[in-house]
């Protein structure tokens, strides 16, 4: 089964950096979307970026500009390096995937939803202050 593993977190102060990183294991799917949400408490998991074998990155809207997801395939790991860090962006975050047995061609970002994530990382807390 494929374990998802985050790392990276922390905290930083307004304006500051981050890179997180998630390491995936047991993966046999060549057909997947990956994919960042986070969630602040009393608040909902949202997404936050998202990435596929055959789709290109895409980011909620109040993070465009600021962070970058990317893949390397050999180290099977997914990031997401965040820039110009602002308190509301202080969350857990969580990386998720979304495997296929035949090959997506759609929207990642269109498609993927919470109740529909195949696999969640245990949660890797960024806290941003002021």
């Known amino acids: 089964q494929v374990q998802l593993v985050e790392s990276g977190g922390g905290s930083v102060q307004s304006g500051g950096s981050l890179r997180l990183s998630c390491q995936a294991s047991?993966?046999?799917?060549?057909?997947?979307?990956m994919a960042w949400f986070r969630q602040a408490p009393g608040k909902e998991r949202e997404g936050v970026a998202s990435?596929?074998?055959?789709?290109?990155?895409n980011y909620e809207n109040s993070v465009e500009g600021r962070f970058t997801i990317s893949m390397d395939n050999d180290k099977k790991t997914v990031y997401l390096e965040m820039n110009s860090l602002k308190p509301e962006d202080t969350a857990m975050y969580y990386c998720?995937?979304?495997?296929?047995?035949?090959?997506?061609?759609?929207?990642?970002?269109?498609?993927?939803?919470?109740?529909?994530?195949?696999?969640w990382g245990q949660g890797t807390q960024v806290t941003v202050s002021s």
């Open positions: 998720a995937a979304r495997f296929f047995l035949v090959d997506f061609r759609g929207s990642c970002y269109a498609y993927l939803d919470k109740e529909n994530i195949d696999s």
């Open positions: 047991g993966v046999t799917s060549t057909s997947f979307c």
């Open positions: 990435i596929g074998t055959a789709d290109s990155a």
